[in-house]
């Protein structure tokens, strides 16, 4: 079992930056992601990483503004949000799995442990 402890979420006015910390128990995950839920729509990828080779993955949507990154020592992913959008709102969800043979990076289905989630208000 890993458990996820998430923080970081805020609120910002466009153009702003908000960086988001998932700090991993349990296990050594191999794979974690990041995942956001605006209201009244599906939740989808937003970055992810392979841990134990450093490959980033993102969706085209922040690509270029969002840079996840990794402190193995602490088992910790990190997201940095750059010129954030009102569209940038969400609740930002931390994933994580064991297995690093992901197909699918930014896949919800490819994430076992999850976390709370945290909030991401930008204002215009």
């Known amino acids: 079992q890993v458990q996820l402890v998430e923080s970081g979420g805020g609120s910002v006015q466009a153009g702003g930056s908000l960086r988001l910390s998932c700090a991993a128990f349990?296990?050594?995950?191999?794979?974690m992601g990041w995942f956001r839920q605006a209201p009244g729509k599906e939740r989808e990828g937003v970055a992810a990483?392979?841990?134990?080779?450093?490959?980033?993955y993102y969706a085209d949507s922040v690509k270029g503004r969002f840079t996840i990154s990794q402190d193995n020592a602490k088992n910790t992913v990190y997201l940095q949000l750059n010129s954030l959008k009102p569209e940038d709102t969400a609740v930002y969800y931390c994933?994580?799995?064991?297995?690093?043979?992901?197909?699918?990076?930014?896949?919800?289905?490819?994430?076992?442990?999850w976390g709370q989630g945290t909030q991401v208000t930008v204002s215009s």
């Open positions: 994933a994580a799995d064991l297995n690093f043979l992901v197909a699918q990076p930014l896949g919800e289905s490819e994430y076992r442990f």
């Open positions: 349990g296990y050594t995950a191999q794979c």
């Open positions: 990483i392979i841990t134990g080779l450093g490959n980033t």
